[in-house]
């Protein structure tokens, strides 16, 4: 099955692909025919594994969260949107090249983590001052769905079938469209319009879109574990992160929306 997703494509393509031996060890095909140095030079290469992924998603996250607690105490309220603004856009802009760029490169992405946390940490701000509290019950119900997804995948209760990769990313392509087009109407009218003024059409939105956030990190979890059994490269395990990374900002903005619905007097 072909991801629309070309970060998972890309994984998957990779680790789609039939393998060669080199002194013992074997290595995706688009390998040079040489192999790469590091493998020339000492006969193997750092592969993926489910701790590196770990240990980089952990770091992209923390980045996030440091970099939202910064921006949440550091930018005043008469640049918020502004900063708010640009945030969004360069951060959008990265993400695009990492995807379609198959960019692999830990800086480019830490640096989407850094962009994107000054982003969340001023919209944080915003809807903490709306709804006090209501920051620490979407990060909470965040991590708590996370953990969900983790343990549903792990034991097996949630099966991954090409069937269900190829629902659910259509799924996630169609919401990514509807969502863009609802906020370039919003930007040119000026109103939030039906699928976000809080309202039963936008409540209801809100939840499929948490549902289908939910679902896409068992399609990272299946990609990451197909690129971890093919053997790829360790610098695979970014692009997993990444694409995990990316998830849990979609679910925290649309739990923190669905909650400032139920917060409003």
């Known amino acids: 099955m072909k991801s629309s997703n070309p970060v998972l494509s890309r994984i998957s393509a990779a680790a789609q692909q039939p393998r060669y031996s080199v002194p013992g060890q074997g290595y995706p095909a688009d390998y040079p025919a040489g192999g790469y140095p590091e493998v020339v030079q000492s006969g193997h290469v750092d592969r993926m594994s489910i701790d590196d992924v770990v240990v980089k998603t952990?770091?992209?996250i923390a980045l996030t969260a440091i970099s939202a607690a910064i921006s949440a105490a550091v930018v005043p309220w008469?640049?918020?949107?502004?900063?708010?603004?640009?945030?969004?856009?360069?951060?959008?802009?990265?993400?695009?090249?990492?995807?379609?760029?198959?960019?692999?490169?830990?800086?480019?992405?830490?640096?989407?983590?850094?962009?994107?946390?000054?982003?969340?940490?001023?919209?944080?701000?915003?809807?903490?001052?709306?709804?006090?509290?209501i920051v620490t019950q979407a990060v909470v119900a965040t991590l708590g769905?996370?953990?969900?997804?983790?343990?549903?995948?792990?034991?097996?209760?949630?099966?991954?079938?090409?069937?269900?990769l190829k629902?659910?990313?259509?799924?996630?392509?169609?919401?990514?469209?509807?969502?863009?087009?609802?906020?370039?109407?919003?930007?040119?009218?000026?109103?939030?319009?039906?699928?976000?003024?809080?309202?039963?059409?936008?409540?209801?939105?809100?939840?499929?879109?948490?549902?289908?956030?939910a679902l896409m990190f068992v399609v990272n979890f299946k990609q990451i574990e197909d690129g971890i059994a093919a053997g790829l490269p360790r610098k695979y395990g970014w692009l997993g992160a990444?694409?995990?990374?990316?998830?849990?900002?979609?679910?925290?903005?649309?739990?923190?929306?669905?909650?400032?619905y139920f917060s409003e007097d």
């Open 242 to 260: 990444f694409g995990i990374l990316v998830e849990l900002i979609w679910l925290y903005l649309e739990i923190l929306r669905l909650i400032s």
């Open 167 to 213: 629902v659910v990313i259509g799924a996630a392509a169609g919401l990514g469209i509807v969502i863009l087009v609802n906020f370039v109407i919003s930007m040119i009218t000026g109103a939030a319009g039906p699928l976000r003024d809080g309202g039963s059409i936008a409540i209801i939105f809100s939840l499929v879109c948490i549902v289908v956030a």
């Open 58 to 60: 952990v770091t992209l």
């Open 145 to 164: 769905v996370f953990f969900i997804m983790a343990a549903l995948y792990k034991f097996k209760i949630v099966r991954a079938t090409p069937k269900f």
């Open 78 to 133: 008469e640049v918020l949107s502004p900063v708010w603004y640009t945030s969004m856009f360069v951060g959008v802009a990265i993400g695009l090249v990492i995807s379609f760029a198959q960019v692999t490169n830990p800086i480019v992405i830490s640096s989407y983590a850094v962009v994107e946390g000054v982003f969340l940490g001023v919209v944080s701000k915003l809807y903490n001052h709306l709804f006090e509290g």
